[in-house]
């Protein structure tokens, strides 16, 4: 593996160990302030980011490359609302989709097509994340203010959410 290629995929190990490490701490504020549901979704987010990580640190290893565990800097502890979490957490998406795209574009200009071909994979899986975000921020503007929108929006997350997602992500 080429030693630029490499560097980038680390700097994605450590943007997927970051990502990971941000929903945790959001999962602990939801839990501390009464959002038991969105804790429960934050935290298999969580999880699932730190599965985007071990699958680079796995693949790099795989290719003769170094995979470097990174340090983490402590995230962001407390949120006003619901809507600045999934509001921080879509803004968070679309910057990885951009740093996923770079890599991709990085992998075609050094004719790497193994690691353009391992990157199709968070191609797709920013598309779903990305989407998601925007469809749960769409649905705390609807309901703004309303404390039974809140309770029933924070009961049903999982429900309404999680089975959508990609379950495959050690494939
Ligand atoms: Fe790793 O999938 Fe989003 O960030």
């Known amino acids: 593996m080429k030693k630029n290629i490499n560097q980038a995929l680390n ?3 450590a943007l997927e160990a970051e990502s990971s490490h941000i929903y945790l701490s959001m999962a602990s504020w939801a839990e501390k302030t009464g959002y038991h549901g969105v804790a429960q979704f934050l935290y298999k987010h969580s999880d699932e980011e ?3 990580m071990l699958k680079l ?3 790099v290893n795989e290719r003769d490359g170094v995979a470097v565990i990174p340090a983490i800097k402590q995230p962001k ?3 006003k609302n619901l809507l600045e979490v999934f509001q921080s957490i879509l803004e968070h998406e679309v910057y990885v989709t951009n740093e996923i795209n770079k890599l991709v574009e990085l992998s075609l200009k050094e ?3 193994t690691t353009h071909h391992f990157l199709q994979w968070y191609v797709s899986e920013q598309l779903e994340e990305e989407a998601m975000a925007k469809q749960i921020n769409d649905k705390l ?3 703004g203010n309303d404390k039974m929108g809140i309770y029933v929006f924070d009961r049903d997350i999982n ?3 999680l089975d959508s997602e990609n379950t495959d992500t050690m494939k």
């Open 11 to 13: 700097e994605q190990i």
């Open 50 to 52: 730190r599965l985007h």
């Open 57 to 59: 640190i796995r693949f």
């Open 77 to 79: 502890e407390t949120y």
């Open 111 to 113: 004719k790497d097509f």
């Open 141 to 143: 503007k609807l309901i």
């Open 159 to 161: 429900s309404m959410f």
